[in-house]
């Protein structure tokens, strides 16, 4: 099982690995040929297009995954007529919020953007969330069967062409927004075509007839529909109101920190659609004894993980910006000090919501993000007016600080969880002494961005092998065991071929 675990998750990191590499380039090359406030609009038209799928969703995706993954591995008869059933319905309700993007997107450039010149901003989002949507769906279909060696090939296609395509646009036509805009969306739309070509492969194609939803089916999709509602809001409404309230050089003052934020969430060692994904499948067979212990081991690696990286955002924030960014870019690094609070919080967060929602426990997940959706959209309105961009980061860092603080006593009854915070004290010591590696370093006269970045990883992974402790062991040598078998496949198929 751990094996298995092992492989699922190396897949799914290396996806996250390539959704890190190219959104950090698309934002270190693009910041430094576009001007502030085309890159902020470039940023804004992101946001505006992963927002209307999030919302026209309406938790279609998060219910298809559930459901048809317990079908493909229970080999229900129903499974064709289950993704026939959800995806009628996901793209029903994207073509209609996408189109009517498309004809209001005067409307919308003059309310948001203050100007019908950004008129384009919104055709753009309009037929773009179409072809977004039809990615996201696919991507979480494929996911649902734990076939995350395809996902990982889609996520390389997606991002490389999210970052070949605008560049190229930009070099060769013309530095807009208007074309960095164009290349994206064409990114987005080889990406989709891609996943038409990972579903066919995993499922086959097959016409059913779609039947009536059950109950249960019903009521898991109105939570998520409500879940993915305020998810939304959660994560990408505080780009309209930045828009409304400020300019696009805010916004992309706050993306460019944003982007580091994201970047490190994405290298997280624990993948959230793998925990959701085996969960799914832990729960059709009935092993939640197998899921606490997931849960339990999961917690204690992305924590170890990921307080030593808050610690290094906030003591490198300026060295990291002015690493990656043009000097412009400089104010970013007090909303990326904000933003330094919340890796842990982020990451158990969503891991909690993949939890609850993959146990068909979706009530208590649609609370929590509900909570925090509903504190993002109240403290940007509160606070973005007296803090600006900054104030943004505040909110975002309070909405996923409260909600994972309060779901801790669910967690712990639901999964019988016994808390060691024992287990804090490891990384919260080596975090504290990587950073007087740092302070030591600059005390010596070391001013350079990328020495300085460098001394803090390498100061935390040396502490780490100095106090391995028996479980540790255990899992890298079962780590050890599937680089050595991925080799000895590679090797054999080598071979077959020379044959």
Known sequence: MLSRALRLNAYAVASQGAILAGGILFAVILTRLLTTEDYGLVSSFISFVVFITLVSDMGIRTTASKFVGAAFFSKDPKLWKYIVQFGCLRFLFV?????ATFALSGNLAE?????????????????????YSAMHFLEGLVSAANKYEYTFAGSVIVNASRLVLPVAAVLFIAPTAEWTITGVATGYLLGALSYVFFFHRTYGMKLARPEKMGKEVRTFAVYAGVLALAGAFLSNFDTVLLNAFLSPESVALYKAAQIVLIGVISLAPISYMVIFTFFVELEAGGNRKAQSEAYSQATRYGLIFFLPISVMMFVLSADIIGFLYPGTYLPAADALKVFAF????????????????????IREACKLVLLAGGASIVLNVLLIPYFGFVGAAMAYAVAYILPTLLSFPTMARKLELHVKWTALARPVAISVLAAGAVAAARLLGLSNEIALIAVFPLACAALYLLTLEPEDRRLLDALLSLVRSEKDVIRGKGKGRGG
């Open 95 to 99: 073509l209609i919020m996408g189109l």
């Open 111 to 131: 309310s948001i953007l203050h100007s019908q010149k950004y008129t384009y901003i919104f055709q753009f989002t309009g037929i773009t969330a179409i072809i």
């Open 342 to 361: 919340i890796p842990p919080f982020v990451f158990l967060f969503n891991m909690n919501i993949a939890s609850l929602q993959a146990r068909g426990e």
